[in-house]
């Protein structure tokens, strides 16, 4: 054989196994779709492993299948295998975001959510749509991880004193003094106003509002008198915050809201400062919004320029977001997804709903598995080598 046939018969044992990796990585792909859908069983799942192995066998520099490849030991559940393979792509390329939130769930499966959390909250320097699904990922590992975190820190602060901020903030949930139920559901929306409200002042800290209905839930359910009876002091200190907002409201006749609320220093003696704020429900909760933060600002003695507030809120649209607010809180995404829609419906220019229903997609989007949702690498024509970034989202229907 004469060196240039053997050159030339090297070249089409190369084009041959890059062919084979570009056909099984698009069929591994298809498979992990079929399956995220429902569509795949176990026979499947292993016959598309197998493929995948042959495929790094022929090219083993091909770190698109490598990826995949862990990818399916992932979704069969083999997590020391998933997590070998994707660790060894994220140490050659820790911009492989597909890999990272892979990886990222492999830990989670593994029970060492420290890990996870590290890879979630690793700065991204991307506008991919991994970028979105990480951020939310790591919100919900949070929220997993909150009860005991926060459990834990209701009993610290028993024995120790705490440094509290000035420019820490806690929304206490709001109490519904009235006597009509369906009332009482506006508890949790004006909570989540007043939080979104002061979160757009840039020199404040404000406590989250999920966590801060866990502390309130743990403070309840306490035997310790002390703790049931200075639920504003123990909301200040778990979150190191000097100032605790709490209010209350009645809706008179169905059309007017009177909202008492308390601003506290936890750092003086004195008591806290109170106002009562009367508008229509109709329309009147922007105005009440303004005002509040407004007094807040005066009562810390800041000199921030007050934040911008989009429109008004009308009363069926917060209805509908209220609704919303308890499924965000309740971690039942898709619900919230829909009632936030609602809001919108009624009152297209609710800057609000439209905040609080992006947050809800991203949490919904990021309790699915990348591949759940339509995140995937479709190989490009070019070749296996030169995969290019063609990542898409369908959008995910609430059920």
């Not at 190369?14 to 698009?26: G, K």
């Not at 498979?31 to 026979?43: E, F, P, R, T, V």
């Not at 890999?99 to 979630?120: C, I, M, N, P, V």
């Not at 008492?260 to 750092?267: A, E, F, R, S």
Request: proline share 4%; glycine share 6%.
């Amino acid at each position: 054989m004469t060196e240039r046939n053997s050159l030339q018969n090297k070249r089409a044992s190369f084009a041959s196994c890059r062919f084979f990796s570009y056909l099984t990585l698009t069929a591994a792909v298809s498979m992990l779709l079929l399956i995220s859908c429902g569509a795949g069983i176990d026979s499947q799942r292993k016959t598309a492993i197998a493929n995948m192995q042959k495929a790094i066998i022929s090219n083993p520099s091909d770190m698109n299948s490598v990826r995949e490849l862990g990818i399916l030991y992932f979704e069969d559940g083999d997590y020391n295998k998933s997590r070998a393979l994707l660790l060894k792509i994220i140490s050659q390329n820790p911009d492989d975001l597909r890999a990272r939130s892979y990886l990222g769930l492999t830990y989670e499966a593994l029970g060492k959510d420290t890990q996870a959390t590290k890879l979630y909250n690793a700065e991204v320097n991307s506008e991919s749509p991994y970028k979105d699904w990480l951020v939310g990922r790591k919100e919900i590992l949070q929220r997993k991880q909150a009860r005991a975190l926060l459990r834990s820190r209701v009993e610290e602060i028993r024995s120790s004193d705490t440094d509290l901020q000035k420019r820490s903030v806690v929304v206490a949930p709001v109490t519904y003094h009235g006597k009509k139920g369906s009332h009482e559901n506006l508890a949790v929306g004006i909570t989540a106003m007043f939080n979104h409200a002061l979160g757009k002042i840039n020199t404040l800290s404000i406590a989250d509002q999920y966590n801060v209905e866990l502390v309130s839930g743990i403070i309840q359910a306490q035997s310790d008198s002390d703790l049931r009876e200075n639920p504003i002091a123990i909301l200040g200190e778990v979150f190191y915050s000097q100032t605790v907002i709490k209010c209350d409201f009645d809706i008179v006749d169905d059309r007017q809201i009177v909202l008492d609320v308390g601003y506290w220093n936890l750092n003086s003696e004195s008591l806290p400062t109170t106002k009562t704020y009367l508008a229509p429900l109709d329309g009147g909760l922007a105005v009440i919004r303004q005002d509040v933060v407004a007094d807040l600002l005066a009562f810390l003695e800041e000199n921030e320029d007050q934040p911008f507030f989009a429109g008004r809120i009308d009363k069926n649209a917060f209805t509908s977001f209220c609704e919303g607010i308890r499924s965000y809180l309740a971690n039942e995404f898709a619900d919230g997804v829909n009632q936030f829609e609602e809001a919108l419906k009624d009152n297209p220019g609710f800057e609000l709903g439209a905040f609080y229903k992006v947050h809800n997609e991203r949490l919904l989007n990021a309790s699915q598995t990348p591949s759940e949702i339509g995140l995937v690498y479709p190989p490009s024509p070019v070749g296996i080598g030169q995969v290019q970034d063609q990542t898409f989202r369908r959008r995910h229907s609430a059920p």
